[in-house]
């Protein structure tokens, strides 16, 4: 069973900088962490998912949601089964528990999350 776990959560000013990561494990039948695609989401409260950056299983592309294009970055290191979202020029907007998802075929794995607070 794949498991993945998010760190790097906290609480920053406005204007700063996180990088969130996600560690993965538990992979099974020759499949490793490059075979899956990777997407981070968050959930801010009262507020449904939302889907927030992917990048691709060895890495070459990466998508952004609008709201976060130009300020956070996708990152991934296949040879240690980590993922990062860099995350600058926070605004208040962006506090939410944030999420990665492993996906291959029909497989989807998700994390625990990682809460992210920006206030002053």
């Known amino acids: 069973q794949v498991q993945l776990v998010e760190s790097g959560g906290g609480l920053v000013q406005p204007g700063g900088s996180l990088r969130l990561s996600c560690a993965a494990s538990g992979f099974q039948y020759g499949f490793t962490f490059s075979s899956y695609g990777l997407r981070w989401y968050r959930q801010a409260p009262g507020k449904e998912r939302e889907w927030v950056a992917t990048?691709?299983?060895?890495?070459?592309?990466?998508s952004y949601a609008r709201s976060v294009q130009g300020r956070f970055t996708v990152s991934r290191d296949n040879d240690n089964n980590t993922a990062a979202l860099q995350m600058n020029s926070l605004k208040a907007e962006d506090t939410a528990v944030y999420y990665c998802?492993?996906?291959?075929?029909?497989?989807?794995?998700w994390g625990q999350g990682t809460q992210v607070t920006v206030s002053s």
């Open positions: 990048i691709t299983s060895g890495g070459l592309g990466s």
């Open positions: 998802n492993a996906l291959r075929s029909y497989e989807s794995y």
